[in-house]
């Protein structure tokens, strides 16, 4: 624990992680551009950091939990976090980016710097209760320094060189967007046909249909705020990401390509800082049906340790 933590990123996910390791008894230097986050990381026991560059500057190891790519630009770049970090230090990227982005920015780094990518999925529920899965990539030695301290969050997965983080994660999501998006159309499916959504719920999670997505994120459906922890925006985001990637394969990726659609298409209709599972919400809206069900249905950002 002697090893100083700098934690940039206070959001949905970032806070959450960062009051683990606080908790784990780590020191921790924070920052983010909200106060209200900070304060909270600050009253559970973190030093404040004056910004970006301070935190990289104080940090053994520098852990970034960002939205998108271009945050972390801005606060690796323009912030001047990349070049405040010391020669021995290290730089582990939990935002869930661009793999070349990534790649770029460890040979930007200073001489001395190890850099690892390591983005994070399970939710707020899973970052609140240390049961995230971590997908890391990067040198072995550094692999070996930063996973212990990652492990108080979760799972750690090796996936191979700097980079491979994002791409294990990227395939994660692309499988959960396409349930998401395939989740509604069963839900009509069912109820236009006679069954009632209990009796089907019922069925789908103890059968061939179950997914994480049908006992995760079907509740967020039933309670009718369809998961405002994480929005269209992120999904499209991620779902953009996808496509670069899908470039690379010689192959149509038809289920993949129709779940960006379907995206697109409620962040149309409703906007894209609402909540992910909107994608459900546009076949309740066409169909003419409800997908309320009577139930205790604890959201994601309510789940105690």
């Known amino acids: 624990m002697t090893e100083t933590i700098g934690f940039i990123g206070l959001g949905n996910m970032g806070l959450p992680m960062c009051l683990r390791l606080i908790g784990e008894g780590f020191n921790v230097v924070a920052y983010d551009l909200r106060d209200a986050p900070l304060d909270e990381a600050v009253a559970a026991g973190a030093v404040r950091g004056l910004d970006v560059a301070d935190v990289a500057a104080c940090a053994d190891i520098l852990l970034t939990s960002l939205p998108r790519p271009d945050h972390v630009d801005a606060v690796m770049r323009a912030g001047g976090a990349l070049a405040a970090l010391r020669p021995g230090s290290l730089w582990a990227d939990l935002t869930t980016n661009r793999r070349e982005f990534v790649e770029t920015l460890a040979t930007e780094a200073p001489d001395g710097v190890a850099v690892v990518d ?21 040198p072995d030695e550094g692999l070996a320094r930063v996973v212990p301290i990652l492990a108080k969050l979760g799972r750690v997965i090796e996936c191979g060189p700097l980079g491979t983080g994002n791409v294990v994660k990227l395939v994660t999501n692309q499988l959960w967007f396409i349930h998401a998006a395939a989740i509604g159309e069963g839900f009509a499916l069912g109820m236009a046909n006679g069954v009632e959504l209990p009796v089907l719920y019922d069925a789908i999670t103890d059968s061939v249909g179950d997914s994480f997505v049908a006992r995760h994120d079907g509740p967020s459906i039933f309670a009718g705020h369809y998961d405002p922890s994480f929005t269209l925006d992120l999904c499209l985001k991620d779902l953009g990401l996808l496509s670069e990637l899908g470039d690379r ?57």
Do not use: I, Q
């Not at 390591?118 to 990067?138: E, H, K, Q, W």
């Open 118 to 138: 390591s983005p994070v999925t399970g939710a707020v529920d899973g970052a609140r209760n240390g049961r995230l899965t971590l997908f890391a990539g990067g």
């Open 249 to 305: 394969v010689n192959a149509e990726l038809t289920m993949t390509r129709a779940a960006h659609e379907v995206f697109e298409d409620a962040a149309e209709r409703y906007g894209r800082d609402v909540g992910e599972l909107h994608v459900a919400k546009r076949l309740e809206d066409d169909a003419d049906l409800s997908f309320r069900m009577a139930g205790d249905w604890v959201a994601p950002w309510d789940v105690s340790d």
